[in-house]
């Protein structure tokens, strides 16, 4: 399994409105497109000074799964358009893990 850690920084007056993009569009729409091997997302918040920095973690299959997800450049950064306008800066390149461990399910 790969994680996919990405981050992305907005004032504290956009990030109410950036958390309901990610929740309602971006996130759904990633689900929408029915990606061969993707597994979802967690979606993290913390408020840091004056800004509010919101962190993704998609998981995938493999590599090939992220390709995709994000084209033959998988480490580039996929901006959905409308959170350009919201957030004050992101990270350009996305880092990839290999999953190790991970918390056994609960039934």
Known sequence: MIARYWRGWTSRENARHYEALLRKTILPSIDGRRIAGYHGAYL???????????????????LA?????????????????????????YDVRSAHYETLLQPPSRA
């Open 44 to 62: 993290f918040r913390r408020d840091v000074g004056d800004e509010v920095e919101f962190a993704t973690l998609l998981f995938f299959d493999s």
């Open 65 to 89: 799964s992220v390709r995709q997800f994000a084209g033959e450049d998988y480490e580039r950064a996929v901006i959905h358009s409308q959170a350009e306008s919201l957030l004050t800066r």
